[in-house]
């Protein structure tokens, strides 16, 4: 391995912590983006990288999923996404000298910010059993040890094949048909555990589990509500989107349970005002919410609306959208008048004041448009919640118009274009039945595995091996104690990376990784140069073309892996071209087009400058709903309650933070700077629970069957928290989520509503 870190020693925490930040990006912005690629990689390398990064004719960046506006920047990326890119591109390199060096157990007492920094994967490595140590492995023999594991079990519901986001859709696309021509549906992905509740309350109030608007409806929308999202942090670009929703005089209401810069004012660095002037503000209200008291601030909205028309005598709500598109609306109307203002405002800690100054706003808006991300779907009634957002839409027409719409908010890049591409455990059957037609199979019928199930199902030993494409399944779920233990359970575990992480140190009996080529790569193939494509959060699918050299000679792409993984496992039962997908992905598309709805002539229409925009139907007045029409619904009011001296704990990333991985030790946002294990607290709660500013706590997560679980050694950090609550990072605090903590209906990780208590450290204060 090289670069300035090469074995450095793990940074430990030593916390200085500042008042919070109350603008995100400006030059503070471009001077961090800056410094940190040029730590990870050479000047060249950086504006190669960041000319092209989210370029008609470069790479998609492998961060968030937030759409390209239709004339771009030359500098279209934010901080986080050229920290990313370049974080990609690093000239670090991890060899088999490093993995001599480097025993797998002590490796597993490193930091995830100490293994990220390590660098690139250059060659496939395997643990064998008993083993203490990777050794380097030829990609044939790689492959046979991963057929001979699927093909000696039991059944092919055994085997396991998750999916991260990052995932391209050619490579997404037959990584699902071999699961299914293997003879399993079990596809775990990382939807699973961020926007599951979002696609459950949409396809079944709407019809269609993505969002219904584009960035010209966020431009011109008369309201724009930010729910439950930091976008300064997890989505900068959209702040670009919102400065310009301001610009045309629409009005920005944000919901959280935590002031976040980006929601204040942004300071955009491509424009005079951004660098010496005050910026935009973003927010007009700041709604700071108890968490998980946004169902009963919606359920009083929609009571305030029915209230408002029965008032005026009609005109408030679109009487003519409810009569011609929808269905069940008096019975929701009668249980929309049931929540009373006692309920409403312990669930959400607001005052009336300020709910009432909420309905004035919708009232006073032409259009409105409810982003949301995992504050609303990370909780136990988190599909609920996203119904009564529909709900709320629905009743004033806000549904299928310019300016108006449902915006969840996918934090990961490609992980809406992997689930339309197959990757889901419960494909509908036309999907499969198309795929059968047009491979000569016929597909498994039996649901399969969700992420949390897989946690369950290896826990149990029903599962025997796992295969990970992309992403870090031990830091990314729930209760890790019990996920490592279940990984470990398994006969074969197989991370396909680009990076090292924490789910190469969680092994099981034989363990190998697979090193790919990432976005920035160079994909070349028998046939010549190949791209790829993704899909973003609006549903845009374009090309995706890398630019630099792979980082080693040894690297496969994640097409070549899947396709000779599928090649050595289903030997000559298989009629599908496997060989040929790998050599020209043109073939993939091909065949892509004749299974995908809204796919058709895809390799013609994937050529236009920015590619195309999938249909909805719901913009054209369509619910594919069992009734042919958007559904109201009644949803029981729920919050979390909490017993005296108990807070509600979320886990959230930092700034510094790319899902699981952090890239510093710092909040810069939040003022914290040089720690991980915090957790911010309002200073009411601090002086009410009897504890201190920068007190060392334990924080004790209380589960419904008397089980706790605990994390060890936080400092706590008086911050404008909402009462009640508790925030700190993941994954560190992912061993406080019980992997039965669950929402309702989509099995997803309650991570942002768990039930904890914090008590005096028992590991030794090492002082502030």
């Known amino acids: 391995m090289s670069g300035k870190h090469a074995d450095a020693e793990d940074p430990q925490d030593d916390l200085t912590a500042g008042p919070p930040k109350t603008y995100a990006a400006g030059l503070p912005a471009v001077a961090h983006a800056m410094q940190y690629s040029l730590e990870q990689t050479t000047v060249r390398r950086t504006a190669l990288t960041l000319l092209n990064l989210n370029q008609v004719k470069g790479f998609d960046c492998p961060g968030c999923a937030w759409p390209e506006p239709q004339h771009r920047h030359k500098n279209e990326y934010c901080e986080n996404g050229a920290k990313h890119i370049n974080d990609e591109a690093t000239t670090r390199r991890v060899t088999r000298e490093f993995f001599a060096r480097h025993s797998i157990e002590e490796l597993d007492g490193k930091s995830d910010y100490w293994l990220n920094q390590q660098g690139r994967l250059t060659e496939p490595m395997v643990k064998r059993p008993g083993a203490t140590h990777y050794e380097p492995i030829g990609w044939d023999e790689a492959f046979g040890i991963v057929a001979g594991e699927l093909t000696a079990l039991g059944s092919p519901d055994e085997a396991l094949f998750y999916v991260s986001g990052r995932l391209n859709n050619e490579a997404a696309f037959l990584l699902q048909l071999f699961a299914r021509a293997f003879g399993t549906n079990n596809l775990p992905d990382c939807s699973n555990m961020c926007h599951e509740s979002s696609g459950s309350a949409l396809n079944e109030t709407l019809g269609i589990g993505k969002g219904s608007v584009q960035l010209d409806d966020l431009h011109t929308a008369g309201l724009v509500f930010v729910v439950g999202q ?41 424009k005079p005002s951004g660098v010496v002037g005050r910026g935009t503000a973003i927010a007009d209200q700041f709604v700071q919410i108890r968490p998980g008291g946004d169902l009963a601030l919606f359920q009083m909205l929609n009571r305030r609306l029915l209230e408002a028309d029965a008032a005026a005598g009609g005109g408030v709500l679109d009487r003519d959208y409810i009569a011609t598109h929808t269905t069940g609306f008096e019975a929701f109307a009668e249980h929309a008048r049931t929540i009373t203002w006692e309920h409403a405002l312990e669930a959400t800690g607001l005052t009336r004041d300020e709910i009432e100054a909420v309905h004035d706003a919708v009232l006073a808006s032409r259009s409105v448009i409810v982003c949301w991300a995992m504050g609303l779907t990370q909780h136990k009634h988190g599909v609920p919640t996203i119904r009564e957002v529909v709900n709320f839409l629905m009743l004033r027409g806000n549904i299928g118009r310019p300016g108006a719409g449902v915006c969840p908010v996918r934090g990961h890049s490609n992980v809406q274009g992997d689930r339309t591409m197959g990757i889901w455990e419960r494909m509908p059957d036309t999907f499969l039945d198309a795929l059968g037609a047009e491979f000569g199979f016929e597909p498994p019928r039996a649901h399969g595995l969700d992420s949390v199930d897989a946690i369950r199902a290896m826990r149990d030993r029903r599962a025997r091996v796992f295969v990970g494409v992309a992403g870090n399944f031990a830091r990314a779920t729930p209760d890790s104690a019990v996920t490592e233990a279940a990984l470990r359970n398994c006969r074969l575990t197989v991370q396909v990376s680009t990076k090292l992480n924490r789910s190469h140190t969680v092994t099981g009996r034989t363990a190998l990784i697979l090193p790919t080529l990432g976005r920035s790569d160079r994909d070349v193939q028998a046939t010549g140069e190949q791209y790829i494509t993704v899909e973003d959060s609006m549903s845009q699918v374009h090309r995706s073309r890398g630019k630099l050299p792979p980082a080693s000679p040894h690297l496969l792409s994640e097409v070549a892996i899947v396709t000779r993984i599928a090649q050595r496992t289903l030997g000559d039962t298989s009629a599908i071209p496997w060989a040929k997908f790998e050599a020209d992905y043109d073939l993939i598309r091909d065949r892509i087009a004749r299974v995908v709805p809204g796919f058709e002539d895809f390799n013609e229409r994937i050529k236009a400058p920015g590619g195309f925009t999938l249909p909805n139907p719901v913009n054209a007045g369509v619910y594919p709903t069992p009734s042919g029409k958007a559904v109201f619904t009644c949803n029981e009011l729920e919050w979390l309650r909490t017993p005296p001296g108990h807070l509600i704990l979320q886990s959230l990333r930092s700034h510094d933070q790319w899902n699981t991985i952090p890239y510093a030790m710092n909040d810069r946002y939040r003022g914290i700077h040089n720690a991980r294990r915090i957790v911010m607290v309002s200073p009411d709660d601090i002086a009410e629970l009897g504890f201190a500013d920068r007190d060392l706590v334990d924080i004790v997560s209380v589960w419904r069957d008397g089980t706790e679980r605990r994390a060890e050694g936080f400092r706590l950090v008086a911050y404008p928290a909402a009462r009640g ?44």
Do not use: C, W
């Open 230 to 270: 930091n976008p300064g942090t997890n989505h900068p670009r959209m702040l670009s989107a919102l400065e310009q929703t301001k610009q045309n005089g629409g009005r920005v209401i944000a919901v959280n349970t935590l002031p976040e810069a980006g929601l204040m004012r942004f300071k955009n660095p491509q």
């Open 725 to 768: 609550s508790a925030a700190a990072y993941y994954p560190e605090t992912n061993v406080l989520v019980p992997l039965d903590s669950v929402a309702d209906i989509s099995n997803t990780p309650t991570s942002k509503g768990i039930l904890v208590r914090l008590e005096a450290a028992r590991t030794p204060d090492s002082g502030a």
